[in-house]
């Protein structure tokens, strides 16, 4: 590390110290952090792992911070609250600490929760041994735990500025028109594929029930997991109100299952199988063809998120071959789409 990041980091920690003891109520000197470090992941977040002294006992930590300079994106205060209600629903979820949206604080919002040990690598749970029994049982926890996330009350006040569509519109139609128009705005050439699939979707518009919390990025990828299986849920901060078929979908699009096509979901699990624990477990009962529609829209939605990531390239903002590579995979999300399609022939 530079002489300026260690500068940084000896900062952070001493801010970090003095907020802590400020919630405790002690003097700064009676909490120490021990160790802070910068963790992989976090793609739109800062993940620090923190162990701190306090005078009730050691805390293993993690500090979610907004990056410096992109202050109000999202609200790092409400993805509390939401983890906080979700614990209260039975979900597995880092317990959460404490938090601020004061910039002043910290540099950037923030909050600090739990650090729950365990894997979070996709393609080792497919892969290894030693996760036998988790790729066995984690298709069932994770619908059971989704059926927990969509029973919240979306009613109390502390969830109040979650995201919804607007009243009286369908939850379903908002996603595709939102997907369809950032694609148009976003692809430098024609995508045919995407234009069919937009009006075939918009077609098949399913009737909605009563909106629920959507965790919005319910993959196998947002999971800590060990050899028993799913230990917590991750990344609540696309959070919002909306149709549950929205998560149930989403966890089984291609792009989750990292070459394991045998099984839909997440590469471990049969759709059947998500759906009948996610019912069992409180959750309305899932329309099929619904189900469907929203697989499809998921596959929608990631082929815009590959335009999207290939645009940061092209436009000069970020020199990553990884990103560029990543347009590519916009053809094969279309495959995928096509394949949906046709099914239905």
């Given at each position: ?36 470090r910068r963790l992989a992941g976090g793609a739109s977040r800062e993940l620090f792992a923190v162990d701190l002294e306090t005078p009730g006992g050691p805390l293993a930590l993690v500090l979610r ?253 970020v020199p990553s071959v990884e990103l560029a590579s990543l347009g590519r995979r916009t053809a094969e999300t279309e495959e995928e789409l096509l394949r949906l399609l046709r099914e239905e022939l």
């Open positions: 590390m530079t002489a300026a990041g260690e500068a940084s980091s000896a900062e952070l920690s001493t801010r970090l110290v003095g907020f802590v003891a400020r919630e405790l109520g002690v003097a700064p000197e009676r909490v120490r952090a021990a160790s802070l911070r907004d990056p410096p300079g992109r202050i109000g994106e999202s609200d790092r205060g409400l993805e509390m609250r939401v983890l906080q209600a979700a614990a209260e629903a039975g979900v597995p979820v880092p317990r959460v600490h404490w938090g601020s949206s004061d910039p002043a604080v910290l540099g950037a919002p923030f909050f600090l929760m739990d650090r729950v040990e365990g894997e979070t690598l996709p393609r080792r749970l497919l892969r290894d041994a030693g996760f036998a029994e988790a790729r066995r049982v984690m298709t069932r926890q994770l619908g059971a735990a989704l059926a927990r996330v969509h029973a919240v009350d979306v009613a109390r006040p502390e969830l109040a500025g979650l995201a919804a569509p607007p009243a009286g519109a369908s939850p379903a139609r908002a996603v595709v028109e939102q997907t369809a128009a950032l694609a148009r705005g976003l692809a430098l050439e024609p995508h045919p594929v995407l234009e069919l699939v937009e009006r075939w979707l918009l077609e098949r518009v399913p009737a909605s029930g009563p909106a629920v919390l959507v965790h919005g990025d319910y993959r196998i990828g947002n999971v800590i997991f060990g050899p028993e299986g799913v230990r917590a849920i991750l990344d609540w901060e696309l959070a919002h109100v909306g149709d549950p078929l929205e998560d149930l979908g989403w966890l089984c699009v291609r792009t989750w299952r990292f070459g394991n096509d045998r099984l839909p979901v997440g590469g471990i699990g049969t759709r059947e199988e998500l759906v009948a624990a996610y019912e069992e477990a409180g959750g309305r009962k899932v329309d099929r063809e619904a189900l469907r529609f929203w697989e499809a829209c998921g596959n929608f939605r990631v082929a815009v998120v590959w335009l999207q990531q290939s645009r940061v390239f092209l436009d000069g903002k």
